[in-house]
């Protein structure tokens, strides 16, 4: 019977665990829908986008052979000029798949891949901190899929 109430509170133990880390993936995994697919590639408010992203945030690009670091606020009017330019085209959605995402008490690591009408676009690695206020992102790294 000690036995028995031993497994019993083991596996009471580990699904909490268990529990409390499926929190924080459901939690990050809704930052990233909010602010990144829905606020960037989707057209979704720019308000979005600042809560979603630390304003420290950097984007990491390789260009011929050298990092080119993209800041928020740069990418952000980036966009903004984009969206004006193509006010008249429909917006084809994203969608967004998780290959893997690991949390480590306040970080996150997150691979991504984003998708258009079916076609793969973008494997993202993004990188998460766990603020007062909640998870932001601070950091990504992409493959272009040709």
Do not use: C
């Amino acid at each position: 019977m000690r036995k028995i109430k031993l497994l019993f509170f083991l596996l009471l133990v580990s699904n909490l665990n268990f529990g409390q880390s499926k929190t924080d993936e459901d939690s990050i995994k809704a930052i990233i829908e909010s602010a990144y697919i829905g606020g960037i590639h989707n057209g979704g408010p720019i308000e979005d986008i600042r809560k979603g992203f630390h304003p420290t945030f950097k984007m990491l690009r390789l260009d011929n052979n050298d990092v080119v670091s993209v800041a928020l606020e740069e990418w952000i009017i980036g966009i903004e000029k984009g969206r004006k330019q193509n006010a008249d085209k429909p917006i084809i959605k994203a969608e967004s798949e998780y290959l893997n995402v690991i949390v480590s008490g306040n970080a996150a690591t997150v691979v991504m891949n984003v998708s258009k009408n079916k076609k793969k676009i973008f494997t993202d690695h993004l990188t998460l901190y766990k603020f007062s206020e909640g998870w932001r992102i601070v950091s990504k790294a992409f493959y272009r899929i040709p």
